[in-house]
């Protein structure tokens, strides 16, 4: 410990996207602020730079070029029946929702176009859902990509900040991880951690935890940006909720180590409560990357429709568990079926067009602005990263006929699961549907009317096929395994986002945004996601409490 007590009218935890739209605002009040964080320099905007940028917008003026007619209540209405509110605590995580659909209903764009920030034209579609119209899922495309991605989504927030911190407003401090919040006569008035040793690992790689010194800082407000708890496996699986069966044994991991969840521990033992912490989001599209950045790297699918998906032992998943519908239904059955992991059975001509990647990095086009390089995206063949996990991914496997492709699938499953006859007749059965264009397999229905979208039509989904047609092969195989990522409960808050007691009533001098309060209230999302709600989720309750806590100062 330096003996010194530094002193800022405010303490930011976290130098993510949260912990810069709240610094921002504070600076923009003119309150002097501390920003700290455990990783160096170059990891600064934490989980967001590495992100694919996609933001949910309600009724925007992309949607409207689409043809996509969207509406608050129609928002609303598939937040709530996604979201699945049903606990007494629930009450604040509901103000939220309604608040934070009001806000990508309205003020949210024009907001983050006046920083700069621009979109890429065609609105994806996110978690369609697949049951009925009151129940789970985006009744139209609202996920919009941000042109430059992830990191097009930190610069506008990082610009403001090291500009504050150039008028002397945001001192910003790297390696330091703060282990208690100092609490004085029952308020929060400070912060005290380790100093961790200088780092020079690059973005995204863990740097060492080498303890070199303490640190003590003083301030009217704390303000928690301090992530989820995706990379703490541990974690993951002491929270991990009955409903969703067995927790997996083996995770790959969707987020950056310092996403370890530790502040929510110390927030809770200064006071603070923790509200659903058994509300978590984690993909079932989950592929091993074969040039990992982080400890168990794992990369998201982000998949169109056709994809016919099967269990280990080669069942197909049952309606409404296709491609990009409904991701904690199908984890719930996954996790039921006794095997961690599932298949994608596709061909060349649906991975071309279906298969996207999330995250900035396998998505060079987008994210450097490369107009040149996007456009080869309607040429033929899938985009280099994603023939990259095709020759290089350990869950992939290419073949010209079913038989071989089967061996290699059981060749990469090496658990003797995989049963021939059934994979074939799930395949030749669900082929035997394509005839017209009309059926009864939903899945083949969804795919026919996702064509009815101009957007999904031009760049998202195959046209209808066979699987087993030859001039659409060769056949692919593609091992999907749980994938860990976001956080969807924590420190519960009110709409100014301050931390609240188990009582119900606000820990003085404390507040949270961001994941690590479950994005807002303790939990915005309910159960369940509409996707896209994160990156917004940040920003909507990082620049409230930065408001709040500069209006309270
Ligand atoms: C690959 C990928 C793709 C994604 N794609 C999307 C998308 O398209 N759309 C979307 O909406 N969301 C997406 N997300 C989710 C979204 O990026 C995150 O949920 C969001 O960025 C979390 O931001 P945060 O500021 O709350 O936390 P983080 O980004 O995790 O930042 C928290 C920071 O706090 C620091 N910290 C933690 N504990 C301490 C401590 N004790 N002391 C000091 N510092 C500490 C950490 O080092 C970190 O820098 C994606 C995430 C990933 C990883």
């Given at each position: 410990?330096?003996?010194?007590?530094?002193?800022?009218?405010?303490?930011?935890?976290?130098?993510g996207?949260?912990?810069?739209?709240?610094?921002?605002?504070l600076?923009?009040a003119?309150?002097?602020?501390?920003?700290?964080?455990?990783?160096?320099?170059?990891?600064?905007?934490?989980?967001?730079?590495?992100?694919?940028?996609?933001?949910?917008?309600?009724?925007?003026?992309?949607?409207?070029?689409?043809?996509i007619?969207?509406?608050?209540?129609?928002?609303?209405?598939?937040?709530?029946?996604?979201?699945?509110?049903?606990?007494?605590?629930?009450?604040?995580?509901?103000?939220?929702?309604?608040?934070?659909?009001?806000?990508?209903?309205?003020?949210?764009?024009?907001?983050?176009?006046?920083?700069?920030?621009?979109?890429?034209?065609?609105?994806?579609?996110?978690?369609?859902?697949?049951?009925?119209?009151?129940?789970?899922?985006?009744?139209?495309?609202?996920?919009?990509?941000?042109?430059?991605?992830?990191?097009?989504?930190?610069?506008?927030?990082?610009?403001?900040?090291?500009?504050?911190?150039?008028?002397?407003?945001?001192?910003?401090?790297?390696?330091?991880?703060?282990?208690?919040?100092?609490?004085?006569?029952?308020?929060?008035?400070?912060?005290?951690?380790?100093?961790?040793?200088p780092?020079?690992?690059?973005?995204?790689?863990?740097?060492?935890?080498?303890?070199?010194?303490?640190?003590?800082?003083?301030?009217?407000?704390?303000?928690?940006?301090?992530?989820?708890i995706?990379a703490?496996?541990?974690?993951?699986?002491?929270?991990?909720?009955?409903?969703?069966?067995?927790?997996?044994?083996?995770?790959?991991?969707?987020?950056?180590?310092?996403?370890?969840?530790?502040?929510?521990?110390?927030?809770?033992?200064?006071?603070?409560?923790?509200?659903?912490?058994?509300?978590?989001?984690?993909?079932?599209?989950?592929?091993?990357?074969?040039?990992?950045?982080?400890?168990?790297?794992?990369?998201?699918?982000?998949?169109?429709?056709?994809s016919?998906w099967l269990?280990?032992?080669?069942?197909?998943?049952?309606?409404?568990?296709?491609?990009?519908?409904?991701?904690?239904?199908?984890?719930?059955?996954?996790?039921?079926?006794?095997h961690?992991?599932?298949?994608?059975?596709?061909?060349?001509?649906?991975?071309e067009?279906?298969?996207?990647?999330?995250?900035?990095?396998?998505?060079?086009?987008?994210?450097?602005?490369?107009?040149?390089?996007?456009?080869k995206?309607?040429?033929?063949?899938?985009?280099?990263?994603?023939e990259?996990?095709?020759?290089?991914?350990?869950?992939?496997?290419?073949?010209?006929?079913?038989?071989?492709?089967?061996?290699?699938?059981?060749?990469?499953?090496?658990?003797?699961?995989?049963?021939?006859?059934?994979?074939?007749?799930?395949?030749?059965?669900?082929?035997?549907?394509?005839?017209?264009?009309?059926t009864?397999?939903?899945?083949?229905?969804?795919?026919?009317?996702?064509?009815?979208?101009?957007?999904?039509?031009?760049?998202?989904?195959?046209?209808?096929?066979?699987?087993?047609?030859?001039?659409?092969?060769?056949?692919?195989?593609?091992?999907?395994?749980?994938?860990?990522?976001?956080?969807?409960?924590?420190?519960?808050?009110?709409?100014?986002?301050?931390?609240?007691?188990?009582?119900?009533?606000?820990?003085?001098?404390?507040?949270?945004?961001?994941?690590?309060?479950?994005?807002?209230?303790?939990g915005?999302?309910?159960?369940?996601?509409?996707?896209?709600?994160?990156?917004?989720?940040?920003?909507?309750?990082?620049?409230?409490?930065?408001?709040?806590?500069?209006?309270?100062?």
């Amino acid at each position: 410990m330096s003996g010194t007590v530094e002193r800022a009218d405010a303490i930011v935890v976290g130098a993510g996207l949260a912990g810069l739209a709240a610094a921002a605002e504070l600076a923009d009040a003119g309150k002097k602020v501390l920003l700290l964080d455990q990783e160096a320099e170059n990891s600064l905007g934490g989980q967001a730079f590495w992100s694919f940028g996609g933001l949910f917008f309600v009724d925007s003026p992309e949607q409207r070029r689409m043809g996509i007619r969207d509406s608050r209540e129609l928002a609303l209405q598939d937040w709530m029946g996604t979201a699945g509110f049903d606990r007494p605590e629930d009450a604040w995580p509901r103000k939220w929702a309604e608040a934070y659909v009001d806000f990508a209903a309205g003020e949210k764009y024009s907001w983050l176009r006046r920083m700069g920030l621009r979109l890429f034209p065609v609105v994806g579609w996110a978690e369609r859902g697949g049951s009925l119209a009151g129940g789970h899922g985006n009744s139209v495309p609202r996920f919009h990509i941000t042109w430059g991605t992830g990191p097009g989504v930190v610069e506008p927030f990082e610009r403001r900040v090291r500009a504050a911190a150039e008028r002397g407003l945001i001192s910003l401090r790297f390696r330091h991880r703060v282990e208690e919040l100092v609490v004085t006569g029952g308020a929060v008035t400070g912060v005290r951690g380790s100093l961790l040793a200088p780092s020079d690992a690059e973005r995204g790689r863990a740097g060492s935890r080498d303890v070199v010194g303490g640190f003590e800082m003083a301030a009217q407000a704390v303000i928690v940006t301090s992530g989820g708890i995706g990379a703490n496996h541990d974690l993951v699986r002491e929270n991990w909720p009955e409903r969703l069966g067995t927790p997996p044994r083996r995770m790959l991991s969707g987020v950056p180590e310092y996403v370890d969840g530790r502040m929510l521990a110390v927030t809770e033992k200064a006071g603070g409560q923790i509200i659903n912490p058994d509300r978590m989001w984690h993909y079932t599209e989950g592929i091993e990357n074969w040039d990992p950045i982080w400890a168990r790297h794992g990369i998201r699918i982000l998949p169109g429709p056709s994809s016919l998906w099967l269990d280990a032992t080669g069942r197909r998943l049952p309606a409404p568990n296709f491609p990009g519908f409904d991701t904690l239904s199908t984890l719930e059955h996954i996790m039921r079926t006794g095997h961690e992991y599932t298949w994608f059975v596709l061909s060349q001509k649906i991975i071309e067009k279906e298969f996207a990647l999330s995250g900035s990095e396998q998505n060079p086009d987008l994210t450097g602005k490369d107009v040149k390089l996007l456009l080869k995206r309607v040429l033929p063949g899938a985009p280099g990263p994603v023939e990259a996990f095709k020759d290089k991914g350990a869950d992939f496997a290419v073949a010209d006929r079913l038989p071989e492709l089967i061996r290699k699938m059981q060749e990469i499953a090496g658990d003797g699961v995989l049963d021939p006859e059934t994979v074939t007749r799930e395949v030749v059965a669900r082929d035997r549907e394509m005839a017209n264009s009309f059926t009864k397999d939903a899945q083949v229905m969804a795919i026919h009317a996702a064509r009815n979208y101009r957007g999904d039509k031009l760049i998202r989904v195959a046209s209808p096929h066979q699987i087993l047609d030859p001039k659409a092969g060769p056949l692919i195989a593609v091992r999907l395994n749980i994938l860990t990522r976001k956080t969807l409960g924590g420190l519960h808050t009110d709409l100014d986002a301050r931390v609240l007691r188990a009582d119900g009533t606000p820990l003085p001098g404390v507040y949270a945004a961001g994941e690590v309060a479950g994005f807002g209230g303790g939990g915005v999302h309910g159960y369940r996601a509409l996707e896209g709600t994160f990156l917004g989720g940040c920003l909507f309750s990082g620049r409230t409490a930065g408001r709040a806590a500069a209006a309270a100062l």
